[in-house]
């Protein structure tokens, strides 16, 4: 079965840097595009950045140029580096893969930017 696994979450100050990671498994990761998405308290999930099998990426508006999606295929492996963070950055943090046609999520990483 599809599994996801996010890690790298924690507390950071503005303008400081963190990466998240997404260990996948249960299907053939190379073939699929990979999300992440964040949800912020009282708000509705937003998509954050997307990478494609053939590594093309896109990003929302609030974080270009200060995030960077990537992957590693040979270690099943979604990332995403996160330089620059600001108070708004504050979420908790999802990896998706949208795989025989159902979404599916892992469990999700806090990222709290604070002084």
């Known amino acids: 079965q599809v599994q996801l696994v996010e890690s790298g979450g924690g507390l950071v100050q503005p303008g400081g840097s963190l990466r998240l990671s997404c260990a996948a498994s249960?299907?053939?990761?190379?073939?699929?595009?990979m999300r992440w998405y964040r949800q912020a308290p009282g708000k509705e999930r937003e998509l954050v950045a997307v990478?494609?099998?053939?590594?093309?990426?896109n990003y929302a508006d609030s974080v270009k140029g200060r995030f960077t999606i990537s992957r590693d295929n040979a270690k099943k492996t979604l990332y995403l580096q996160m330089n620059s963070l600001k108070l708004e950055d504050t979420a908790v943090y999802y990896c998706?893969?949208?795989?025989?046609?159902?979404?599916?999520w892992g469990q999700g990483t806090q990222v709290t930017v604070s002084s």
């Open positions: 990478i494609v099998a053939t590594a093309s990426t």
């Open positions: 998706n893969v949208y795989y025989r046609y159902m979404n599916y």
């Open positions: 249960g299907f053939t990761f190379s073939d699929y595009a």
